[in-house]
Every structure is written in C-alpha cells, then in structure tokens.
C-alpha cells in the first residue's frame, strides 16, 4: 500500500470512527443540521435548503439508557437511535427527519420526538407499491417533507437548488462507483470494512469535502500494483440500515474470504442509482426511489415488481461468486419475510450461503469465526474438489 | 371467539382462582364465527372467489361483491383461540420464517403451506389449519405497521399470477398541529385513502368480471354503522362502577367488528351486548365478582390466552375495563359512516385507528380513555412479535405516571405464540402493579 492510500484510508477510518464530529464542528460554525435515520430519505432536498445533511448511524455503544424508552426485542439499529437520543448525543442537530418504511423506525423516530423536544422532529412519508399513481403518491410525500424543511429552516428550498445538489450528489455516486470499478478489478487493493467506511464518510460529510476526499482514495488507488487474490470470492448480502459490523467482516477476511460486491446500504445500495435533473426535480426524486428498487431491490418497499431473491442471484452470476454471506439484523422483519424466497433461489442457482444474525451487541464472535471459517473451508473444498 | 375453559392460570400466593363473568351475548358471536367458517370452506365449491386480506375490515367490500374472504389476524385469532396454532407455527419456520416474525403472519403462512403442500406427516395438524382455502385475490389495508404489506407480499409470492391491491393506509403523525380527525394532515391523508378504497373497488370489480356492487355496499356498510354505535354506546356504559363487561369480553366482540364486520347478526349480537351491559348496571353485576381494581389494557389481545387472562384478572379481583386495541380502532368513529356514500367514513375510521396514529395523537386519546373509564393502574402487553403495538410503551408508561399518576407494568406475550409467556413474571408483574395501586390509595387516605 503506497503512503498516499493508507493516508486517506486513515483519514475515511477517522471520520466513520467519530461519524458525527464535521457534523458538530459545522453546527460550532453556525450551520443548521439536519440529521435523518435511515436510509430512503430524500438527501437532495436537505442539502439543497442549505443544511447540513447527516446520516444517522447505528453507534457501536452498547444500548442501556435506551432500554428504559424501547424494548429490547427491537432491531439494533432502532434502539441504537433511541439511546443515543436519550443520552443526549444527538442534541447537536436542528432538525430530525423520521420516516415510514419500517415500523421499528418510526417507533424510535417517536421516541426522538418526545424526549428531545429541543430537536424539530420532521416526518417523511415515502408511499410503498409500483401503481400506476405511486409516482404521484411518492411526488406528494416529497412535497410534504420539502414543505416542512422549509418551515423548519425558515428558507425556501429552489427548484435550482435542487438540481444544483442534485447534480453534487451524483457525482459523489459517480466517484464511489468509481471506487469499486476499481476494487472489482483489483478485489485485494481494499477490504470490504475499508469500502462500508468509505461509503460512511459520504454519509456523514459533506458531499463537495467528501467528493474531494474520493479523488484523492481513486488516484490512489488507481496507483496500487494488482494484486493476487487467493482467497474464496464472496456476495456480501443484507445489513439493510445499519452498517456492518467491522469483527465480522474482519472475521470473513481472515478466514480467507474475499468479498467481491455487496447489496449492503452502506455500500452499493447507496450509490446505485442517479437521480436525474429536471424541470420539476421532485418528480425526478419520485422516479429515483422506483428506479433505484429495480437496479437494487429493498424488502421494505413493497414493490411487487421487482425480484430480490433473483437480483441477488443475478449479483452472484455477475461477479462469479458461487457464495454469499447474508447479514441479517436480529428482529429486521423486512429481511426476515425475504429470507426463505431468497434461500430458495440460491440453492436451485448452486449459490451457497451463510445466514449472520446481527445482534447490536455482538453476543460470541468467537462461535461466529467458527461458522465463517467452517462456510469458507467448505466451500474451498468444494472449489478444489472441482478443479481435479 | 370461545372462551377457554381449559388450563388454569396459576396465580402466585396472592390470589384465589375466581370465575370471570363473561357476557353471555358472547355465544351470539361463536355461532357467527362458526357460520363465516362454513361460508368460507365451501366458498370455492359455492362458486365465490375468494380475497384474502389483512389489516382493517375489508369483508364488507368483498362481501358486496359476493366474494368470500380469510382475514389474516382474524384467521390466526381463529387458529389460537382453539389451540391449533402450533402446528402452522411449525411449518412456517421449518421454511425459513424465523419466529420473531409476526406470528399472526407466521400462523397464516403456515395453514398456506399445509394448504399448498399437506400437512407433514410428523405433525398433526386439525381441519382450521389445512382447509384453508387458497386466494383469487390478495387486499392489503394495513395502518400502522409496515409488517402487514410485507406479510402479505410474501403469501403473494407464493401465488404468481394472483392479483394483489395495496390500500396504503398513511400514519397520521399530527404534522404542523394536525391532531384526531382535525387538521390538514389528516384531510389530505383522508382524501389520499378515499381514493385507494374507490380505486380498490374498481380492482374488485374488474376481478369478479362485473361492474361493482355500491349499492351492497351502502346496505352492508349501513349495517356495519348500527353494529359500530351499538358497540360504542355498550363500551361507554362500561365507565361504571363495578364495570359490568370487561376488556376480555370486548376483545370477543371483535369478530363482529373486524373481519364480520357487516355479517348478517352483528347488529343483533351487539344489541344483545349492549342490553346485557344495561341489565347488569341495574342489578349492580360486575364483569369480576369483587371489583377492587381497574386496570386498561395496553397492547395488543393474545388469543389464545383470552380465557386464563380473563380468569387471572377476576383472580385478582380486577377489572380490565378498556384497552386501546379493543377502544381506538374497528370503526371507532361509527358516525362518521354514511352509508349512502360509505367511502369517506372507511377512510377515517381507518387512518384514525389507534395504530397509525403518531405517538402525541395516541397518548391523548388513551389518556382520555383512562380518564373517562377511571383507571387505577395500566398493563403494558409487551407481545413480543407485534412491535408495532409495542414501539411506544415505555414513553407512555413514563407520561402515564407523570402526568396522570397512573402506574404500570410490563410483562412480554403475543397474539397467538404462547411461547413468549412467562407465567410466574405475569403474576409478579400483576401483583406488583395491585401492590403500588394499594400504596397509592393508602396514601390518598
């Protein structure tokens, strides 16, 4: 690794790590903040009435004053939410956008509402389906949310500011597909924890500083020698808000996996899609969320159009990959629902697969390094008893 | 629904076990729920298409179009109530359905597998489980949880080819002052329902081949609004002193208002209810035999549960007089419905049922309930699979005793998978919450 890649990669590490330091170093400067959780939320429109527009994460800390608001038996990502509100952690944002495409979510979201009465608490209303008036429907929630950003703020949002972000955001999109253009030509040049962080800084920065920091990671990278992969090529399936955990990929890298592509949000789900300029941009947005359910199917949207079980195993065909690790939130229902459609495709297309429930609190990584290594080792085995 | 007469609960060492006095009306209610099981069994045979649907009441739009109907929830309800949901459980998560799933969808997807696949040779499983009949179309009007579309996106999948409408049922979060049934959020959402029961009604149409039957409709909703005021008037009576019908006996009469909701003889069931209710404030008869305590029921009911709840509670010498599940939703708004233009009616009593609303909205209302019903003390059914009742507990226990001085307690459940029951924490639970109702009063003295 050449001085210049491990110097921005140490960077990406150091915001994912403090995820709302530049966050709280704007608010210090007199910007308003707006932060969202979590993903499907429309970034464009908060960016565009001249916020700060931050991506909420699941923290890493263990959720205890949480559990007083939100029962244990929630996802971690919702109670993650809740307990960083109460702890007062998130008292640096102005504005807090909640929305409706799971329940859990919208649960947490009103907890945020009703212990921090210090944050303006906004709801966005993303309709679910694919009918013939769901762009309509999509083109009203948006309205709504646009109306309300702009009595929270106290600004007008223009339909030039919209494009303007629109047009920042895309090539943010631009520059991290570029990234792993890169990395699938050259799967070893980064791990699959070092891609979730550099997502994650998108996330949390803004998009011109992060756009500037992604320049510098692709020259970079485009410097980096080709690297041998010896290792079993994986798919990295699931973890739908909440970014994966670090240990577990850690663990699938030391056991010699190699992960070649992921539907992860923080990851390719994030940046598939571009949202297009247009005369009337919330309509461009609405075409956005549809658009974006084809190139990179979501379990909670309720589209009867489109085929995850199938995308994931057109994902595997793609890339070569005969294996999949799915990551699985514990209590995720979303998931949960898919999950043996899914299964059931990957075993009549010959893809192997591994199902990782995620808690928050990471029970025994030890008994999980075991099961990794022994998916692996199995399907090593397999490739080399096919290569006699 | 019938009553369990199997199983006692175990009660601690603070009680003994006493007999609650269920309405007899209830029995009305078996006899149409017996009467919907022969019409949807032999529905196919009959010549009826048939819908399956989740969320609120549907059959009426069905019904006009002399569709039969299986209600997801209502159908689990049915599975539990006769102990017959294990079996279904099973199947569902030997195909990969993890059991922190909802297992009202867990018990459905079940009975579709036994129906689609035979029931496995290792496990018995009765008649309610394999012969459910299979869908001609699949209606979601979910509010309130987004498990629901999801729920019936996945038997959808098993039914290629079966066409599916999903009412989008918005939650109302009282946006910029919007508050029950007042404000601009709550006229666009209605308007926005409105719309997709008029647009659901032409998808129904267009299914059976023939235009659509508004006029049924406008009879059977009419139907619906007398049963709905009927309940209305019955559970208002209920403030009294000893409360003379409980929340168990009105979790009975859901069937009615739920998925029967405009079946010939709910008018009649509730009337019966409701003159029952009148003749036992007369004679001073209580739902328990010794009234000390009224509680409210927050959370969803657990049906296979109802009889050794109802049973435990009278034990303990305590009213359950209201919950939100039983009083905030299945056409809560009863005059809100005109008949002759039923459309807008659905659409308000469905955004504005308990589970869609935001959490200011349902704080206020259930506080409202506790105050009209004289609540000592509430119980927090945490169901472990229905996280949507569940989402803002802990934010009303703590407003419950802060601002109204009402304690409560928690104790984890389900709807229909008893396995998430722990009984000895039920008792303590319970007895703690009489004990710190006890120290209140001792106070106040």
């Not at chain 1, 909640?98 to 509402?113: H, P, S, T």
């Not at chain 1, 980096?224 to 890298?253: H, M, T, W, Y």
Request: charged share 25%; proline share 5%.
């Amino acid at each position: 690794m050449t001085e210049q890649l491990a110097a921005v990669l140490a960077e990406v590490a150091e915001i994912a790590q403090n995820p709302y330091a530049k966050a709280i170093e704007a608010k210090a400067a007199g910007e308003k903040v707006v932060g969202y959780y979590a993903m499907n939320y429309p970034e464009e429109l908060i960016h565009a009435a001249g916020a700060y527009n931050l991506y909420l994460q699941e923290s890493a800390e263990p959720v205890t004053a949480g559990h007083a608001y939100y029962y244990s038996f929630f996802c971690g990502p919702s109670r993650s939410l809740v307990d960083q509100a109460v702890k007062e952690q998130l008292d640096f944002l102005d504005v807090f956008i909640g929305g409706d495409y799971c329940i859990q979510e919208i649960g947490a979201a009103e907890v945020v509402e009703a212990q921090r009465r210090n944050i303006k608490s906004l709801f966005f209303r993303l309709p679910v389906g694919n009918e013939p008036t769901t762009r309509g429907d999509l083109h009203a929630g948006l309205s709504e949310i646009k109306g309300d950003l702009e009595r929270a703020l106290g600004v007008t949002i223009t339909n030039e500011a919209i494009n303007a972000s629109i047009r920042l955001y895309n090539q943010n999109r631009a520059l991290l597909r570029e990234v792993y253009r890169l990395r699938e030509l050259n799967p070893g040049i980064l791990t699959s924890s070092q891609l979730v962080q550099i997502v994650q800084s998108s996330m949390v920065m803004r998009k011109d500083e992060n756009n500037e920091l992604l320049t510098r990671l692709i020259e970079a990278l485009k410097d980096q020698p080709p690297r041998d992969v010896n290792g079993q090529l994986f798919f990295l399936s699931g973890a739908f808000c909440g970014a994966p955990k670090v240990d577990i990929l850690s663990i699938i890298e030391r056991a010699g996996g190699v992960v070649v592509a992921d539907d992860l949000v923080h990851g390719w789900r994030y940046i598939s899609t571009d949202v297009q300029e247009s005369d009337d941009p919330l309509a461009a947005i609405a075409e956005w969320y549809l658009s974006r359910d084809f190139n990179v199917p979501c379990p909670t949207r309720v589209n009867p159009a489109i085929n995850y079980p199938q995308y994931l195993v057109d994902q595997c065909k793609r890339y070569g990959v005969d294996e999949i690790f799915i990551l699985q939130a514990r209590y995720c229902e979303p998931h949960m629902f898919f999950f043996p459609d899914v299964k059931i495709a990957l075993e009549n297309a010959g893809i192997n697969y591994l199902l990782i429930d995620v808690e928050h609190e990471v029970v025994s990584l030890e008994a999980l390094k075991t099961r990794i290594e022994a998916f692996v080792e199995m399907n090593q085995f397999k490739s080399d008893m096919a290569a006699v | 629904m019938s009553i369990d007469t199997m199983g006692q609960p175990h009660l601690g060492v603070q009680a003994q076990l006493k007999k609650p006095n269920i309405l007899s009306a209830g029995r009305l209610v078996n006899t149409m729920v017996n009467d919907y099981w022969e019409d949807l069994i032999n529905a196919k045979a009959n010549g009826k298409l048939v819908g399956y649907t989740t969320g609120l009441p549907i059959g009426p739009f069905l019904d006009a179009q002399d569709m039969a109907w299986i209600h997801g929830e209502g159908y689990g309800a049915r599975v539990a109530a006769r102990h017959a949901e294990h079996e279904p459980q099973i199947i569902a998560e030997r195909k990969g359905y993890d059991r922190e799933i909802c297992s009202y969808a867990r018990t459905q997807m079940g009975c579709v597998f036994a129906g689609l696949e035979g029931v496995p040779a290792d496990l018995e499983a009765g008649s309610v489980v394999s012969e459910i009949p299979m869908p001609d179309l699949i209606i979601t009007a979910y509010p309130g949880c987004t498990s629901g579309p999801q729920w019936d996106w996945t038997i959808s999948r098993q039914f290629p080819g079966v066409p599916w409408f999903n009412v989008v049922i918005p939650y109302h979060m009282g946006r910029n002052g919007s508050g029950y049934m007042r404000g601009e959020e709550y006229e666009q959402e209605v308007a926005y329902v409105e719309r997709q029961l008029k647009e659901m009604c032409e998808f129904i149409g267009k299914i059976s081949g023939r235009p659509y039957n508004y006029d049924k409709l406008s009879e059977l909703m009419g139907r619906v609004k007398e049963t709905g005021l009927l309940r209305k008037e019955a559970m208002e009576m209920c403030a009294t002193t000893p409360a003379p019908a409980s929340f168990f006996d009105w979790s009975i009469f859901i069937a009615p208002v739920n998925y029967l909701s405009g079946w010939p003889g709910t008018v009649e069931a509730l009337r019966a209810a409701r003159d029952e209710i009148a003749q036992r404030i007369e004679d001073g008869v209580g739902t328990v035999p010794q009234e000390r305590y009224r509680l409210f029921w927050e959370g969803i009911m657990n049906w296979n549960k109802l009889g050794w709840m109802a049973k435990k509670f009278a034990s303990f010498d305590t009213a359950v007089v209201a919950g939100r599940y039983t009083h905030m939703a299945f056409w809560q708004e009863p005059e809100m419905i005109d008949p002759a233009n039923p459309l807008r009616g659905v659409a308000i009593n469905h955004l504005e049922c308990q589970l869609g609303l935001g959490y200011q909205i349902t704080e206020q209302k259930m506080f409202e309930l506790c105050e009209k019903y004289h609540i000592d003390g509430v119980i927090l059914h945490g169901a472990h699979t229905c996280r949507s009742f569940g989402r803002s507990h802990y934010l009303m226990a703590e407003n419950l005793s802060k601002k109204l001085g009402i304690p409560s307690t928690m104790f984890e459940g389900d709807m229909v998978d008893e396995s998430f029951y722990r009984e000895e924490v039920v008792n303590t639970r319970i007895e703690a919450l009489l004990e710190t109702i006890d120290a209140k009063r001792q106070r106040q003295r």
